[in-house]
């Protein structure tokens, strides 16, 4: 067992019965058990001998922690187990305005819960459906609009599931009307109308439904034949795949890492190591927040943390080959708890897998026509998930020349409301993608976090500006006007930084006990940071107030164990950020210590009438370069791109292969 | 033969022997034999009718256009001709202060002048290199520094070659010393001694070379083994492309296009529908130019217009299966003329091929896991340029779902400069990557030209930012501070814009004359500009005012036939631009009119040490897509990913998979 090794179902077993067993008596919920990050000064011994290749120190305490519920007095309690030694290190009640994370368990209950609600079943009524035509529910978080609200609530938006098909869009229906439960005591708070108009108004009565034709995704309900032009495309590995695997450390092509997993953050990569060089400690999404742009009530509150409200991790897909992943494949599964505290395993949540990304360098001599051509091979480290609506595709891109790349697209169903089909009804922060359906405009606010160890783990961010030469300054003339340099800042203490377009700003994470002997600098990492509009709701608004994380690009604070959450630990009805804007804030000094590197990216997404029912990914990324880290580019060793190899085809030629594949069969 | 096909070699013997024929008795040299743009009115006719299956009218005039360089006076010319009469359209001599382009066989033999020259030969001895080292020259282009320059000029950068390999980096010794010599007279103008410290001060006289060694690339000569670690990978579609090809028609997923080329843009896309409906008229990447950020005499000439002073497509690489390509490809040839006017034949100078980019689009019902999954299969046609030590991978990347990117990735080796081995010397506008070898700062900057057509020839440019709802303007109470609404700006008048990330801007080219059903609104494409950093030069400066296309990111224009690039047509020692600027000047109106969509991007590019000897690809893309151009995701009709088409393979299977492939081999 590793450290960083994601937790076991006999460790969820485990901790369950510690915990049972110190809280006798208790009526219980559990919410989540999962690995405890090991003590970052603990493990670093443990790391280092591995990756010097010394005897192994004893391996940090394996510890667990927990989030439950009690049912009786429906306070949170959290708690840390020790693993070896079978004891709790800690069990404390939360304050009362603080809201677990919801979990899968929960969210299903109540889902029938609501949909048999007298009220709601009245309600559903009115829309005097016809035959074979439903409802369902999908609950949302409730977000935040009063600092007194200390119940769990949940908002149920309601939806027709206009035909029994497991696939039909019942996004494309929605409801005028939506329930608010108490998730704690069950009972129905009130009814939500929703406004159809251009303002806050409601109707007086839900009405009768005026049957349209839902806008369907799935192929079998689709009035049109599918393409039968797509030829099948392969991708084959046929000597295996280029990297090694022993349990959660991959190594390939130069690349050394460890694939970790847990509920919340769903995959982390632990411990890159680069030809043997350190070069982070730890690497995940930290944090993302949907806020949405309608203004009327009670769409103003439609802000989801999918990270800290819910969980990436028990989110992800359960992968499937030749579905989606293509070639050849490596899964790693996981594994979260059900509300008995037991062990669920999640199967294939991870996948890792090699492609082809075209070219990775190339130089012809132009003289005599002699090349050098190398392919740009990468390993890819994926989970996708799937939040209610919406489904992200997040991955690690790693390269041969030491560059990785964090990788976010965004697919699944837009989020929709119900409109008036009135000639004329332009919602200004919206887009109708079908008859009575609009789709408002939002943000994906992302915020990855990145613990670096450059060569070790203390570590200075700076960024770097390009600017006009100021011949004075350099003591240079520049008679013609062409000169420019790179403005270099450090940032010394902990805060922020943003971009700057402008001024082709960029980040850089260094190490300034190290010396680059050519470049004669300290050897570093550069982010191209994602430039991105910021949230775009009032800086009093809960949305904003939550989320502080969004005010700036970069943030950067002084490693500390326990701060992994841009928004902070709970997020669920959060009132204020308890994230990395209060770490910042300590300003503490950040120069050749051990930092924690933070990005703040985001996507303003005005839908396209393109994006419903299914929307073609959307993309962003963040890519990490070495700038100095190497003495030169450490992929000139990767042998040139060779039709012996690769097994290229003409196209001309596919008549002719064909031709004789079909002969060989009859052999 | 089609309006858009490229010249085919007896159209260049033909307008060869037309011109010959039209100027008895004056000794020319030939430059340029390529084809001249169809008149725009004259061709909309011809694929209109074919586009809606109608009868075909009359194709408009093939023309063909020269440049010719008269031996005698040195005055260049430009030819018109039509090849369908056989007669000289027109032939004017240009104004003196003129220089065509540079031409392949021209800068051979230059190079050949250069390196027997006496005056440079003594300089060469001067270095007392030992055996088997020798010197090369890269001949640059001179650049602009001064107004009453008329010679013809060519600036020599020299260097040393190391050992007797076609594959030697001699850029990694670069010489103290650079010729200039008259490319008309074949003098040598001067000698340019170059400064290699802080300063602009030179050696008094050419020193003996203190031998280093170089920073080597080709394998051979690598010091350190390659690694063996990477496994083949092999893309394979046994079925064939599910591109359909004639001639330079290209038929793939609803996209239909014609693939054009030409010894100046190299590739350019025409004419291209999606669904039977049009998207552009014409693609292509109109001009670059990369200027240096050393203030030092006399790298302050070194900006290089790749496109317009050579020309991508007589700098194409001519691509090989599995080196340069991998799956099943489709290669196109193309023609450019020698000194004499006779045709050479490109081979392989376009690549079209499939391409498997992840997940198009998914999503997971979770209510009973049933999901959805489309892939996102590609189509590229691409081509590689090399530009001197410098690459370009230049691609337009077509998707299923309507979506456009023109994507470049640079690559190559670095320009470099002698710089002295002196403890502490630091130019802060170079990065040291060897022994007394540093690689200045600059930038590349692009214009992509974008003839649009959406659902027709008259379009209108708008922006769009995302802003807080102002309550009053809207009508609309925001209690929370929430809302947020799309602000569109119409440019109503030839001119420009910016990028402006704060305001998430989205720029949008739309028919006016056409509602989208759904969301109520002009059918439209939106550019996914690339936001970067204007040139660093002073506006002042010859670098400026040669390429003031580079001022802003998007210029709108009104339709003119022969108004194709950026900087202008003549851009060799030019003084100011003749291009987009002054188009854009004119003030038309261009609302609902036949308009031109002109972007500009830069990568700002202080290398790394990583980027020597031979630079990982560095990417920039543009991205197009639809957005209410369709009433829905026009890829919904992609079949789902299947197994049984992908053929994916587990890597646990692996080993089992080899051993039965080695049994099968042994029958």
Redesign the interface.
């Known amino acids: 067992m590793h450290p960083f090794d994601p937790i076991r179902p006999e460790e969820i077993t485990l901790a369950a019965s510690i915990l049972k067993a110190s809280l006798p008596g208790i009526s219980l919920r559990f919410k989540v058990i999962d690995i405890q990050e090991p003590v970052k000064q603990h493990v670093i011994p443990y790391i280092e001998a591995e990756r010097t290749g010394q005897p192994l120190p004893k391996p940090p305490a394996r510890l667990a922690y927990s989030y439950l519920h009690r049912l009786d007095t429906h306070a949170f309690l959290k708690a840390v187990i020790n693993l070896d030694t079978k004891a709790v290190v800690s069990l404390k009640e939360l304050p009362k305005h603080i809201q677990g994370p919801v979990d899968v368990d929960e969210m299903i209950g109540l889902e029938i819960v609501c949909l048999k609600h007298p009220k709601v079943v009245a309600e559903i009524e009115k829309l005097q459906l016809p035959e074979g035509v439903t409802v369902?529910t999908d609950p949302w978080i409730y977000g935040t609009?009063d600092e007194a609200e200390h119940r769990r609530l949940v908002q149920f938006y309601m939806f027709i599931v206009p035909v029994a098909h497991?696939?039909s869009n019942h996004y494309s229906l929605p409801c005028a009307f939506s329930p608010v439960l108490d998730a704690n005591s069950k009972e129905l708070v009130r009814i939500d109308y929703l406004p159809t108009g251009?303002?806050?108004e409601v109707s007086a009565e839900t009405q009768p439904w005026k049957p349209v034709k839902a806008?369907e995704?799935?192929?079998e309900l689709?009035e049109?034949?599918?393409?039968t032009?797509?030829?099948?495309?392969?991708?084959?590995?046929?000597?295996?795949?280029?990297f090694s695997?022993d349990g959660h450390l991959v190594k390939w092509?130069?690349w050394r890492f460890r694939v970790g997993f847990n509920y919340r953050e769903g995959l982390v990569l632990y411990n890159l190591t680069f030809d043997g060089r350190n070069v982070f400690y730890r690497l995940a999404l930290s944090e993302m927040t949907v806020?949405?742009?309608?203004?009327?009530?009670p769409y103003?509150r439609k802000q989801a943390f999918d990270v800290g409200d819910v969980g990436l991790g028990i989110?992800c897909?359960q992968l499937?080959?030749?579905?989606?992943?293509?070639?050849?494949?490596?899964?790693f599964d996981g594994f979260r708890i059900d509300s008995e505290g037991r062990p669920v395993h999640l199967k294939n949540v991870i996948c890792?897998h090699?492609?082809?990304a075209?070219?990775?360098?190339?130089?012809?001599?132009?003289?005599?026509g002699?090349?050098?051509?190398v392919?740009?091979?990468q390993l890819v480290v994926q989970m996708?998930c799937?939040v209610?609506?919406y489904?992200y595709?997040f991955?690690w891109v790693l390269?041969q020349?030491?560059?990785l790349e964090f990788e976010v697209?965004a697919?699944?169903?837009l989020s929709t409301i119900p409109i008036d089909d009135a000639e004329g009804l332009?919602l200004?922060?919206s887009?109708?993608?079908?008859p009575g359906v609009s789709a408002p405009?939002h943000q994906h606010i992302f915020n990855l976090r990145v613990d670096p160890a450059i060569d070790g783990f203390n570590n200075t961010v700076t960024y770097?500006d390009?600017?006009?030469?100021d011949?004075e300054e350099?003591?240079?003339?520049?008679?013609?006007?062409?000169?420019?340099?790179?403005r270099t800042t450090v940032l010394d203490t902990a805060g922020f930084a943003d971009?700057n377009?402008?001024?082709?700003r960029?980040f850089k994470i260094r190490n300034d006990g190290i010396i680059?002997a050519?470049?004669?600098k300290p050897v570093a990492y550069?982010v191209q940071t994602v430039?991105?509009?910021?949230m775009?709701?009032?800086s009093?608004?809960?949305?904003a107030r939550r989320a502080r994380f969004h005010e700036h690009a970069v943030w950067v604070t002084r490693y500390r164990d326990g701060e992994l959450f841009a928004a902070g630990e709970f997020t669920n009805q959060s009132r204020v950020s308890t994230g990395v804007d209060t770490w910042a804030a300590r300003g503490d000094d950040v120069r050749n210590q051990d930092v924690v590197f933070w990005h703040t990216f985001a996507l303003?997404h005005?839908p396209?009438?393109?994006?419903?029912?299914?929307?073609?990914?959307e993309r962003l990324s963040v890519h990490f370069?070495?700038?100095?880290?190497?003495?030169?580019?450490?992929?000139?060793?990767?042998?040139?791109?060779?039709?012996?190899?690769?097994?290229?085809?003409?196209?001309?030629e596919?008549?002719k292969?064909?031709k004789e594949?079909k002969e060989c069969c009859k052999l």
């Open positions: 369902c609009d497991p696939q251009r303002g806050h806008v995704y799935a192929h689709l049109t034949p599918l393409r032009d797509l030829k099948p495309l392969v991708v084959q590995q046929p000597e295996g795949p280029s695997l092509q130069k806020p949405y742009g309608d203004p009327r009530r103003h989110t897909n499937s080959l030749g579905c989606d992943c293509l070639g050849h494949i490596k899964y890792l090699e492609q082809d075209g070219i990775l360098h190339k130089h012809t001599n132009y003289r005599n002699e090349a050098t051509v392919r740009n091979r996708i799937t209610s609506n489904e595709i991955a390269d020349a030491g560059g697209r697919t699944g169903v332009d200004p922060w887009t109708p993608v079908g405009y770097e390009s600017v006009p030469l011949p350099h003591g240079v003339e520049d008679p013609y006007g062409v000169g420019y340099v790179a971009t377009v402008e001024l082709g960029v680059n050519v470049s004669r550069k430039a991105s509009q910021r775009l709701m009032s009093r608004s809960f949305n303003t005005n396209r009438p393109e994006d419903f029912p299914v929307m073609p990914v370069k070495p700038v100095g880290f190497h003495e030169k580019n450490p992929a000139l060793d990767v042998p040139n791109s060779q039709q012996g190899v690769n097994k290229s085809t003409l196209v001309e596919v008549a292969e064909i594949a």
